[in-house]
């Protein structure tokens, strides 16, 4: 249909829509037209997607001059393919209407590992084999020798890219990863660096957040991105830990040993050329005496490291004499490492701010500020000239130059922690040095700075105003929307007491608490008797839930349960928890009815979608708090009660909320769908958890579903899957929460609609 | 106890908020918007004409009854299983009443097993009977679908064409893959409908999808009973079954009294395989192909294999190929004339009043349900046709 959304024609490729999808447009309009940032909750499952790209490119196609380009980030492949096959109906939709032939150009970009084709390069299994196997073939210097020795292997496509490819443009068309591989296997170009190549000119690029947020990646990929682009940030809800884990290094001792490896590699490597061609590091010398500038001339496959956020002064500066001839550098790193290694001889924990850290350095083995600085720099400008191919085995020393650069950068917003052991095993050495960025504005300002747009969206962003202050920008728009509904699908329930009254909760003074456990298990017993097929489990941690299954266990609830249900665990091991996972649908498919046993922050939780049969009842056993005694997390908070005057309760009840939201979010994924919420924690009836959860559950959460004890629970459940079970069709939902273009345009709807955004 | 069944207790049901419901009238009244309500619940029927459409109504129905220890829920009074069962003696009673020259069999299944309760048999009697000794049987394990419904499908020859699961339990535990089983059943043409007790469960919802049936999950006893009348009613014949022509007998019932000298007390030949005691009688009907003497009808005849049916058996089935078309609904104050009810003559009270279309005559709410559900015949069209 084609909608008015306030004098701009959108074409939407669907007959019916949903009020809460014009609501969104109409404030995503509204943000572009302010030309500012933009925070927007909608629930999962109303078709955020569609609403996004049918305005954006509305708007690029009515105001091609001041939109030029959108990039959507998400989070993982499979969403990247949703996101571009939307777009493909949306401009099977445009050809249809228009009869024009389309021209825009939209791609989607991932890794070496998605896009290679490279028959034996591809056939590796992990990334890093692949960027490693990539960089051996495709480097400047392996192209340059194999032009004087052709047995020199080189990528075939890659040459054929080189060569012909960039004059060529890649003609206008929708892409998805399946489909740059098959244009370039018929063209015999590598999809990888075409697609880098063409989102430069692209009018929609598809890709992970990394390409933005992490600064190592960024400045490779999205360096050239025109400022007159709208970044749209999908499933933002954990963006501030991206951010984070960005910019953040850990070392332990492992690293530094693999680092000394590295190093002995680069002297032997040194003295190994100095006999052999001395000219060639003189030639360095003098390269690195007129500056970085020139050194940094990008030439895109020479990835050795990036570069992490480095002002753009360095840049321009000359490399410090003192780390300027390729041994002094690398006696320069051994001294670095050696005294890490020294830091990390410690039986006791430290902390310290960057400043310190510089000025102890200072002190033991004189190294300066202002060196360090070029670290990363200077690592990369060597292992260019020693022509090294594989840089997967230099991660290590990489990883410690990195560390060196950001150290010496940002004296703010970082901290340093050395800690001896872990704390769930004192008695092992383990030192690990965090260097911890606590700020997620640092690796976001650019790309709020840089672009004129930015929309960060999710099913759960409450409350709203969090996500401005920390990660520190200005919206112009902060809306949350909710779901309008036809029958009332989703159906919050707070379990406070067992049906002995004793209170249930994850809280730490009582978790090991026999009554508590019995009851969390006895919860899960009723429920597994009345809810068909599906239920998914979420606890707070790994070891609290292994503690809780064994209690069972002895309990003898367990083999309850199962007489009911099959039940499934989710455990750290990625391919375990994917056989699990297998399994346990297909347990729900063919009618035995199962549950799933998995961790609040776990992959489960985060990525999994759980339509219809797959769960019909989520059970978030407590609060899913983040461990509160790690000494980052700590430092964290610290950091945001000082900076951004957050308090700590304050943001450690947002988190664990915006978790819970997550997980209990995992049942509902549109409105045909329906399933049970329970919270199963006397805590969550507390006004200051139930307000932080988002608008379209809280909507639902009346006073007769708060404290409700086992028995009540199990009474209200049966009710409602008995309601829900009755049947539903399309025309029950038509003029209520589905609307024709005709009903959307009458006078009483408009108004309703009005009342669906809550500006925060 | 009264007849009426009975609606869930009111603690046990959702948290209702009836004072919402009501709304007061200009005078400050209630009791319009409580009459409505109660009008509204008397006319709650199921209009659904079918106009013309060939309806099978020969009917091989096999019902399988879940009997796992979910049955022995006490959501239904006094249990789930005991409950169903007095539904189920209903809804053989109406099925052969409104499908006399239809078959049933029921089966249950429990402990991961399914056991035939009673034969395919268009006897109401022996059904009855099993289902009254069911009463006392434990509920214990799990239901098997796969194996209830491989017990209908597998004897082949036996020309089953629609099967009713009332299902309790939320699971089924099954020796094979159950969509195999499925697409046989579609295969067969074999219509299978789901009446649940609890919830939606994902392998009911498509089995009755893939196979063609309707499944419904109950809210309360009131809602369970009205799932299950949904089912006598004949289901519409899928368009590729053939016409078919079946052999029928019309046996003449013999009386004869003790007085009579020629008369000797014979056994029917119902109780070759029955268990009970046999009982010699003197009278019967005896088919008229074969002489073999039967007490009941309609049977299919053991040594012939013919089916014997009365005619006024057949003369019942009638109605669904011509259903009474509903009458038309005029509200009372636009309704100009007598004031009485045509049938039970007393004064027409309610809001609304119904008109026969065919013979313009005035009847009540209650008379017009009787009419539709029980006659299935206008008497003022009867009455006019006699009088022409």
Known sequence: MKLNIEGLLVYFPYDYIYPEQYSYMLELKRTLDAKGHGVLEMPSGTGKTISLLSLIVAYQKAYPLEVTKLVYCSRTVPEIEKVVE????????????????????????????????????????????????????????????????????????????????????????????????????RKGWCPYFLARYAILHANIVVYSYHYLLDPKIADLVSKELTKKSVVVFDEAHNIDNVCIDSMSVNITRRTLDRCQTNVETLQNTISRIKETDAAKLREEYRRLVEGLKEANVARETDMYLSNPVLPDEILQEAVPGSIRTAEHFVGFIKRFLEYLKARLRIHHVVQESAPQFLKDIYEKVCIDRKPLRFCAERLRSLLRTLEIADIADFSAITLISHFATLVSTYSKGFTIIIEPFEDRTPTIANPVLHFSCMDPSIAIKPVFGRFQSVIITSGTLSPLDIYPRILDFHPVTTASFTMTLARTCLCPLIVGRGNDQVAMTSKFETREDFAVIRNYGNLLLEMSAIVPDGIVAFFTSYIYMENIVASWYEQGILENIQRNKLIFIETQDAAETSMALEKYQEACENGRGAILLSVARGKVSEGIDFVHHFGRAVIMFGVPYVYTQSRILKARLEYLRDQFQIRENDFLTFDAMRHAAQCVGRAIRGKTDYGLMIFADKRYARADKRGKLPRWIQEHLTDGSLNLTIDETVQLAKHFLRQMAQPFRQEDQLGLSLLTLEQLQSEDMLQKIAQIAQQA | MDEEPERAKRWEGGYERTWEV???????????????????????????????????????????????RSMEDQDLKPNRLTSTLKLMEFFVEEYFDQNPISQIGIITTKNKRAEKLTDLAGNPKKHLAALKKAVDSTCVGEPSLYNSLNCVALPSGTDIKEILVIFSSLTTCDPANIYELIKTLNALKIRVSVIGLSAEVRVCTILTRETGGSYNVILDESHFKELLMLHVKPPPASSSSECSLIRMGFPQHVIASMSDQDAKPSFSMLHLDSTGEPGLTLGGYYCPQCRAKYTELPVECKVCGLTLVSAPHLARSFHHLFPLEAFQETPLEEYEGERFCETCQGELKDKCVFTCLACKKVFCVECDLFIHDTLHCCPGCMQTDRTS
């Open chain 1, 86 to 185: 939307e777009l493909r109906k949306l401009m099977d939709y445009y050809a249809k209407q228009t009869g024009a032939k389309n021209d825009f150009l939209a791609l989607a970009l991932s890794s070496r590992k998605n896009l290679c084709i490279h028959p034996e390069v591809s056939s590796l299994r992990f990334g890093k084999e692949v960027d490693g196997k990539c960089h051996s073939l495709t480097a400047s210097y392996i192209r340059a020798q194999h032009h004087s020795n052709p047995s020199q292997p080189v990528c075939q496509f890659y040459e054929q890219f080189d060569a012909v490819g960039r004059q060529v443009p890649i003609p206008p068309g929708i892409y998805n990863l399946d489909d740059l591989k098959d244009f370039g296997r």
């Open chain 2, 22 to 68: 009501l709304k007061e009238d200009e005078s400050g009244s209630l009791k319009a918007t409580v009459e409505d309500i109660l009008f509204q619940a008397k006319r709650k029927r199921v209009f659904e004409g079918h106009g013309q459409v060939r309806l099978g109504m020969m009917r091989h129905l096999f019902v399988i009854i879940d009997s796992s």
